[in-house]
């Protein structure tokens, strides 16, 4: 009996047992827990691997990419701390300065026609002076002839245009003011040469860009010229771009640099003080043909017509540039308070580099008009520009007509 009640616990706690089993069983679901697994490794980049420049392009350090930090052991798991993302670095940049709007080169010898006026008005009253006389005598002749000459019109054009009024009286007879201004006017126009080809070469040459060579000695205000041509330039629509090649004068780049800067002009130049001008002429009409641009326009040193060296030197740049491209044009600028002194140097500068057109500065104040038809007439070339003041926008093209209108007005 004894026997039978100990196999009944057996049986009763062996059942109990499995109640318990079967009851754990389903709490979980069926699943097997799985063991600890490591977290996965951080991914690290090199600080600053990939910038960017505004205005530039990125710029992608391969050498410096992604590193894969090793796994800490599965069996000894490390816990990582919680690392905020650091906040983006943001590059605050300048606001590109506005650029200016040129006037238009078309109104622009209008509007400086009286200044040319009150500056030339001297010649003109003394002619008319002159003539006003009631009898044209050898006399008043003579007068008229000092007055032209004082003007640096030159023996020639004097000779021609006095003889050429002396015609006209003779052939209908003593003329009344009105008449003799007529006169004047036609004979001086016939001087200055309403003619001649004064176009500026602003536009491209086939796959190429017009360039243009700018001389001058220093004081004539060839680097100031250049700034104001590259504005004449700019309101026709041209795309320009500009050659420091004055490295002999401190601070001759960054003058020209500020003036490009203020329309929007790049310029090609050399850190270097003392560069090579030839060289920096030639990477200024490469730039401009690999960046297709319109003009280049190429300032140079200032030569002194007396110190041969300069004067080899500029022709070196010319042949130097013309390796690269043909030279659509070469201006001179001539100060025209020089007078006879500036002839000297334009003939000195025409043995040097082919002349095509002059730019005459300073042609207010004390400038005596009569260098326009002077310098003409012993080079050869037109006079193509003037300047009239100190304004940014004060370079005009020249107007023959409207000059002789502002000389006798």
């Known amino acids: 009996m004894d026997a039978l009640w100990e196999i009944l616990v057996i049986i009763t706690v062996v059942v109990l047992a499995g109640l318990g089993l079967l009851v754990g069983y389903l709490r979980t679901g ?22 960017y420049k ?4 990125a710029t992608i350090d391969t050498s410096k990419g992604a590193t894969q930090a090793p796994a800490p052991p599965a069996q000894a798991p490390v816990p990582e701390p919680a690392v905020e993302d650091e906040p983006a670095v943001v590059e605050e940049t300048a606001p590109a300065p506005s650029l200016e709007r040129p006037e238009s080169a078309r109104g622009r010898m209008t509007r400086l026609r009286s200044r040319l006026a009150s500056s030339n008005n001297a010649l003109g009253k003394g002619l008319l002076t002159a003539l006003s006389g009631d009898k044209l005598d050898e006399g008043v002749w003579e007068d008229v002839e000092d007055t032209l000459l004082g003007a640096d ?34 004979e001086l126009l016939a001087q200055v040469g309403p003619d001649m080809d004064r176009r500026i070469a602003g536009s491209r040459v086939g796959d190429r860009p017009a360039v243009i060579m700018v001389v001058g000695v220093n004081g ?27 490295t002999f ?3 001759a780049a960054d003058q020209l640099e500020t ?25 200024a009409v490469k730039a401009g043909q690999e960046g297709e641009v319109d003009v280049v326009l190429v300032d140079t040193a200032g030569r002194l017509h007396n110190k041969v060296g300069l004067m080899d030197e500029l022709a070196k740049v010319k042949r130097v540039i013309e390796k690269q491209s043909p030279i659509d044009e070469c201006l001179l600028v001539l100060d025209a308070t020089t007078g006879q002194n500036g002839m000297r140097q334009a003939e000195i500068f025409a043995d040097a580099v082919n002349i095509t057109g002059v730019v005459l500065t300073k042609l207010d104040g004390t400038a005596k008009g009569g260098i326009v038809v002077l310098v003409q007439r012993e080079l050869g070339v037109p006079v193509k520009l003037v300047g009239l003041g100190e ?13 002789v209108d502002a000389v006798l007005d």
Not at 30 to 51: F, I, L, Q, W
């Open 30 to 51: 069926g699943r097997k827990s799985a063991p600890p697994v490591a977290p996965p490794a951080r991914e690290t980049k090199t600080r600053g691997a990939n910038t």
């Open 54 to 57: 505004p205005g530039g392009t």
């Open 153 to 186: 019109l030159g023996v020639e054009a004097t000779t021609e245009i006095v003889d050429g009024l002396k015609r006209r009286v003779q052939v209908e007879g003593t003329p009344d003011t009105e008449q003799l201004e007529s006169w004047l006017h036609e």
């Open 220 to 246: 004539t205000g060839k680097t100031t010229t250049v700034g104001k041509l590259a504005r004449v330039l700019v309101a026709e629509d041209k795309d320009v771009l500009l050659g420091a090649a004055d």
């Open 249 to 251: 004068r401190a601070a």
């Open 259 to 283: 003036w490009g800067a203020r329309v929007g002009v790049p310029t090609v130049r050399s850190d270097k003080e003392g560069a090579d001008p030839a060289a920096v002429a030639f990477d």
């Open 391 to 403: 304004g940014a926008d004060d370079l005009a093209p020249f107007d023959p007509k409207a000059f």
